[in-house]
T-cell receptor, first 119, second 112 residues
Framework: ETGVTQSPTHLIKTRGQQVTLRCSSQSGHNTVSWYQQALGQGPQFIFQYYREEENGRGNFPPRFSGLQFPNYSSELNVNALELDDSALYLC??????????????????FGEGSRLTVL | QQQVKQSPQSLIVQKGGISIINCAYENTAFDYFPWYQQFPGKGPALLIAIRPDVSEKKEGRFTISFNKSAKQFSLHIMDSQPGDSATYFCAASMKRRQNFVFGPGTRLSVLP
């Protein structure tokens, strides 16, 4: 069973640039969620993708956008980078969308994250 | 109301001791409370979880105690080991919402 993999692991950008982060979900998982984890903080929900559509969004501006592909992998795109966007970006996959927990354990499987530094 | 508060921020325990981390929430619609463990350079991993219809859940050395009336829950790590040194996050979720709300984390150090 392949776990959640993310790329790149580290990257440095300058303010105003754009970045794309990639995530491959765990085998058999059809839902991907993205979280932002600032240094010393807990993860903050950005959005969730299910069946290639955004299915829930946290309190993040529209310059944070995403995609999900037919193989359930996903991308997170951030435009017009700001200094405060510096964080660890975590991708998590699940058997079914969070919010539908009726049958499964409700577990999120996280990748190791992409560490973004904005200068 | 969407917040989950967590304390202490950091905790140092001797090997063999009991580690206790506390969390509190306001929103009574939360109905699932997991604890995640995160080692440096890794993503969080589910440790143990509880639903509000039980007051305690034990898995090995890890126990969640849940107090529905006080809207509090805690993680107890018995016989703490140096390998338990990590950051622990409590979290909460509710039906028909797509997100987990995480606490700010507790950095646990278990001294050998």
């Amino acid at each position: 069973e392949t776990g959640v993999t993310q790329s790149p692991t580290h990257l440095i950008k300058t303010r105003g640039q754009q970045v794309t982060l990639r995530c491959s979900s765990q085998s058999g998982h059809n839902t991907v969620s993205w979280y932002q984890q600032a240094l010393g903080q807990g993860p903050q929900f950005i959005f969730q993708y299910y069946r290639e559509e955004e299915n829930g969004r946290g309190n993040f501006p529209p310059r944070f956008s995403g995609l999900q592909f037919p193989n359930y992998s996903s991308e997170l795109n951030v435009n017009a980078l700001e200094l405060d966007d510096s964080a660890l970006y975590l991708c998590a996959s699940s058997l079914e969308p969070v919010g539908f927990w009726q049958r499964n354990t409700g577990e999120l499987f996280f990748g190791e994250g992409s560490r973004l530094t904005v200068l | 109301q969407q917040q989950v508060k967590q304390s202490p921020q950091s905790l140092i325990v001797q090997k063999g001791g009991i580690s206790i981390i506390n969390c509190a929430y306001e929103n009574t619609a939360f109905d699932y409370f997991p604890w995640y463990q995160q080692f440096p350079g890794k993503g969080p991993a589910l440790l143990i979880a509880i639903r509000p219809d039980v007051s305690e859940k034990k898995e090995g050395r890890f126990t969640i105690s849940f107090n529905k009336s006080a809207k509090q829950f805690s993680l107890h790590i018995m016989d703490s080991q140096p390998g338990d040194s990590a950051t622990y996050f409590c979290a909460a979720s509710m039906k028909r919402r797509q997100n987990f709300v995480f606490g700010p984390g507790t950095r646990l150090s278990v001294l050998p």
